[in-house]
C-alpha cells in the first residue's frame, strides 16, 4: 500500500499534536523556512558537467586542504569555533550558510545530473538540505537523516517535527534533512493544472487523469542536454536517483555513517536507500512501511485492515462499545448502501469553520474509510455519525465529518511544501499498476479494464471494485497513471533480493494497528522478512499512519530514542509499552435532544437532576469535539455540530471559547476550555442553557488521551442545586 499524499501530514505526545496539526502547522513554517533557502538554493541552474556548487562565504575563502576540517565530528567543531551565530562554515567539501538562529540551522546544496545515464551531457539540478548541528557541549556522537513521505512532500518543511520527534537526541546528534529531487528546495515538479484543480472530492476520474497526463509531458519539455534535445524527465525522479543523490550528499558533507528516519514513502526511500548504500549507514528507522519488493498494485489490505480496526476501535472505546451493537464494518456495510441510494445533500461546516454544503456520495465513504487509516478523527466519528442517520434520519455528524474530513485530508498543501506533480512522478514511474507501463495510452487502458473485471466482487465490499478504484487518487493512484509517459530508461528502485540489507545494519520497523494505508498485513510484516535478520518489527497498538507523528506518540518516540542511543540492543530493547497505547475515544452517541443524552454519573453530594447531568454530559462532548477537530481545521474558528460558534487562541495553553454552541437541538452551550498540550489536562468552565430549564454552571476537569475507563470531574449547579458527578472523558 503506497503511502497516499492526502495522508501525510503533522507530532509529539505531550504536545498531542495529529499527524494533521503537525501538517497544519508545516503548511505556516514551510513558506518562510524555504523562502530563506530559496535565496540560498535556486531551484535549477544548467552548469558543467562536474562543477562545483557552493554556498558563499561571505567574501572569505572556505579552509581546503590537509588542514580542512573533515570527518563526523569537524563541522560541529568548526560550528563552535566560529560561535553560535557563524554566518557560514565548512561543512566536508560544501560551504552552508546560517537561515536560522532558534534552532541554529544552515542550509545549503549541492548540484547533481538530473538524468545519471548521461551525466556528462545533463544538466544539473539543485538539491537543498538544513543541517542543525547538535545543540550541546559534548562532542556529538553522530547524524540523524530524516526523510518525509508524500511522495511530494519537503522534508525540511517538516524541521520542527523532526526536532520534536528526536527530542533530547538534539543534544549529541546534529539533524540532517534533505530535499529529495522534485520537492521542497530541490527543483521542486510544478505543475499548476494539478496544483489548482482544487475539488477534492473529484481527484479522479478522465478529466483528473488528463491533468496528470500535462503534468509528465511537461516534465519531458522542461530541459535539454548541454548539446541540444529534451530530457525526457517525466521518469527521472524515480527513488532511485534520489537516493543517489542523498548518497553523494553524504560523501560530500563527510558526516559519517547516518541514522536514517524515513516515514511511510520516505520509508520506500529508506528501504531503497538502504539497499543501495548500506555502508553509509548506522541504523534504520522504517515508520509505517510498505513493501518495494513484491507490491500489490490493488492494495486489498487497506480493506482487511480497515475491517478489523473500524470494529476493534470501537469495540475498545467505552462509550461506542456501549452504544453500538453489532459490527462496525456492518454498521459501514449498512451505510454504503443508504448513501448509493441515496446520496446525503446538507448544509455543515467546511475545514475553514464557515458554513457550507456537502454532499457525501458511496464514494465519498470510500474515501472516509481510507482517511481513517491516517486520521483518527475518522475512527472517533464514524460509527456514531452512521448510527445517526441511520437509526435517527439525522445526517448532521456524516456531513460535517465528510466536510473535513475531505476538506482537510484529501487537499494538499501549496508548493513548496508539496509538490502534485513530484507524487505522480513516483507514483507513475515507481509503483505497480494495473498496467504495463512501457504499453501505449490505448493498450494500458484495455488492459486496466480487463483488471477491473477480473477482480473479485466482493474484494473491496462492501464497496464495488468500481467505487473503491475511483477514489482519491493521491491515496492510490488506480487510475492516474493510465496516460504518463513511460520510464526511458525505467530505473528498478531496488535491484537485489533480499536480505537488502547486511546483517550488522540494524533496522526497526514500526507499525500501528489501525494503519490500513500501510498495513501491517502483507506489508510491515512482509519488509521485516525482506530486510533481513537484522530487522525488527514493532507493532504499537491503536495508532493510525507514522506512528511518530500520531497524536499519542510517547511510546514509539521512546522505543525510537532507545534504539538510535543504542542500535546493537534492538533485539533487546523493551518494547512493552506498545501493547498499552491508549485507544481512540470513539464518540458513543449524537442525541438529537438533550433528554436523549446519557446523563453525568451521579456522585456523593449531588442535588442536581437528570437534566442537570445530561447537560454536563452534552457540554463534555462538545469540548471533545473540538478537542479533535482543532488541529484539522484551516483557520481558529469553528461553528458547533447544530450551531454557535467557537473560537480558539494558542499559547500555552489552547484555549476553546464557546458561545450559543448546539451539540444538541435544544440546549446552548457558553464558556470556555482549557487544553494543557503539554500535560495534556481540560479544564472546562461551561454553561448550559436547556430549553425550557434553569442554566447549569459547572466546571470540569479530565485528561486528554487518558485511559479509556479514565473519568471527567464534573461540579457545578443547576439554581440552588448541586450537581456532583462523573462522566467517561471525551
Not at 425550557?692 to 479530565?702: D, F, K, M, Q
Request: proline share 7%.
Amino acid at each position: 500500500m503506497q503511502n497516499g499524499a492526502s495522508g501525510h501530514i503533522l507530532r509529539r505526545a505531550r504536545r498531542r499534536l495529529s499527524r494533521q496539526t503537525a501538517r497544519r502547522a508545516r503548511t505556516a513554517a514551510a513558506a518562510a523556512l524555504l523562502a530563506a533557502a530559496a535565496v540560498l538554493v535556486p531551484a535549477l541552474v544548467t552548469v558543467p558537467a562536474g562543477a562545483s556548487v557552493t554556498a558563499g562565504t561571505g567574501g572569505r575563502q572556505p579552509a581546503t586542504g590537509p588542514g580542512a576540517a573533515t570527518g563526523p565530528g569537524a563541522p560541529e567543531r568548526a560550528a563552535g569555533g566560529a560561535g553560535p551565530a557563524a554566518r557560514s562554515i565548512r561543512l566536508g567539501s560544501s560551504t552552508v550558510r546560517r537561515c536560522a538562529t532558534r534552532p541554529l540551522t544552515y542550509c545549503g546544496a549541492v548540484a547533481e545530473p538530473l538524468d545519471y545515464s548521461r551525466p556528462a551531457a545533463s544538466p544539473r539540478i539543485r538539491i537543498g538540505f538544513r543541517w542543525l548541528p547538535a545543540t550541546g557541549r559534548a562532542r556529538p556522537r553522530g547524524t540523524i537523516l530524516a526523510v518525509e513521505g508524500g511522495p511530494g512532500y519537503a522534508s525540511t518543511g517538516s524541521q520542527s517535527l523532526y526536532q520534536a520527534m528526536i527530542g533530547p537526541l538534539a543534544r549529541t546528534r546534529s539533524l540532517l534533512l534533505v530535499d529529495l529531487r522534485g520537492t521542497g528546495t530541490s527543483a521542486p515538479v510544478k505543475c499548476p493544472g494539478l496544483e489548482h484543480y482544487g475539488r477534492p472530492q473529484h481527484q479522479y476520474g478522465p478529466a483528473f487523469n488528463r491533468l496528470v497526463a500535462d503534468c509528465g509531458a511537461q516534465l519531458n519539455h522542461t530541459w535539454r542536454y548541454r548539446h541540444g534535445g529534451w530530457v525526457h524527465a517525466s521518469g527521472l525522479f524515480n527513488t532511485a536517483y534520489s537516493a543517489r543523490d542523498v548518497s553523494r550528499l553524504l560523501r560530500a558533507l563527510r558526516l559519517g555513517r547516518a541514522d536514517l528516519y524515513g516515514d511511510s514513502y520516505g520509508s520506500w526511500f529508506s528501504q531503497v536507500f538502504a539497499s543501495r548504500y548500506p555502508g553509509q549507514l548506522r541504523s534504520v528507522t522504517l515508520d509505517s512501511t510498505y513493501q518495494v519488493l513484491g507490491l500489490d498494485p490493488w492494495y486489498t489490505t487497506t480493506v482487511v485492515t480497515a475491517r478489523r480496526a473500524f470494529s476493534q476501535a470501537c469495540a475498545r472505546s467505552a462509550a461506542c462499545a456501549a452504544a453500538a451493537h453489532g459490527s462496525a464494518w456492518a454498521l459501514i456495510s449498512a451505510l454504503e448502501r443508504r448513501l448509493a441510494r441515496t446520496p446525503v445533500t446538507g448544509e455543515t461546516t467546511t475545514a475553514a469553520g464557515t458554513r457550507g454544503r456537502m454532499t457525501v456520495t458511496a464514494e465519498t465513504l470510500v474515501n472516509l474509510v481510507n482517511n481513517a487509516g491516517f486520521d483518527p478523527v475518522v475512527y472517533r466519528d464514524l460509527d456514531a455519525a452512521a448510527r445517526a442517520l441511520l437509526h435517527q434520519g439525522d445526517s448532521a455528524p456524516l456531513l460535517r465529518l465528510a466536510a473535513l474530513s475531505t476538506g482537510f485530508d484529501d487537499t494538499n498543501e501549496p508548493l513548496d511544501g508539496f509538490s502534485d506533480g513530484l507524487y505522480f512522478a513516483v507514483s507513475c514511474t515507481d509503483y505497480v499498476q494495473l498496467f504495463s507501463r512501457s504499453a501505449p495510452p490505448a493498450v494500458r487502458a484495455r488492459q486496466y479494464r480487463a483488471a477491473l473485471r477480473r477482480e473479485p466482487r466482493a474484494a473491496f465490499a462492501p464497496f464495488s471494485v468500481s467505487q473503491w478504484t475511483r477514489m482519491d487518487q493521491y491515496t492510490e493512484a488506480y487510475s492516474a497513471c493510465l496516460r504518463w509517459p513511460a520510464p526511458s530508461p525505467a530505473i528498478t528502485p531496488i535491484s537485489r533480493r533480499p536480505p537488502l540489507v547486511p546483517a550488522r545494519l540494524p533496522v526497526l520497523i514500526l507499525s500501528g494497528t489501525l494503519d490500513s494505508l500501510t498495513p501491517r498485513l502483507h506489508g510491515a510484516t512482509l519488509v521485516a522478512r525482506q530486510m533481513g535478520p537484522s530487522a525488527r518489527l514493532v507493532t504499537v497498538a491503536n495508532l493510525t499512519h507514522v506512528t511518530l507523528q500520531d497524536a499519542d506518540d510517547a511510546c514509539p518516540a521512546a522505543i525510537y530514542r532507545r534504539f538510535v542511543r543504542d542500535p546493537a540492543g534492538l533485539p533487546r530493547e523493551n518494547t512493552s509499552c506498545a501493547a498499552a497505547v491508549t485507544p481512540v475515544h470513539a464518540v458513543g452517541t449524537y442525541p438529537r435532544r438533550l433528554a436523549g443524552a446519557v446523563p453525568a454519573i451521579a456522585r456523593p453530594g449531588n442535588t442536581a437532576g437528570r437534566q442537570a447531568r445530561q447537560a454536563a454530559a452534552v457540554a463534555l462532548a462538545s469540548v471533545g469535539d473540538e478537542i479533535s477537530r482543532w488541529p484539522l481545521l484551516s483557520g481558529s474558528t469553528d461553528r458547533g455540530l447544530l450551531g454557535g460558534r467557537i473560537s480558539f487562541s494558542t499559547g500555552a495553553r489552547l484555549r476553546i471559547s464557546l458561545r450559543g454552541v448546539r451539540w444538541v437541538a435544544d440546549a446552548t452551550i457558553d464558556g470556555a476550555a482549557w487544553w494543557n498540550q503539554a500535560s495534556g489536562r481540560v479544564i472546562a468552565r461551561l454553561t448550559v442553557h436547556p430549553r425550557g430549564g434553569a442554566a447549569v454552571a459547572l466546571t470540569a476537569r479530565w485528561l486528554a488521551f487518558g485511559a479509556q475507563d479514565q473519568l471527567a470531574a464534573i461540579t457545578g449547579s443547576q439554581g440552588h442545586r448541586r450537581l456532583v458527578a462523573v462522566a467517561p472523558a471525551p
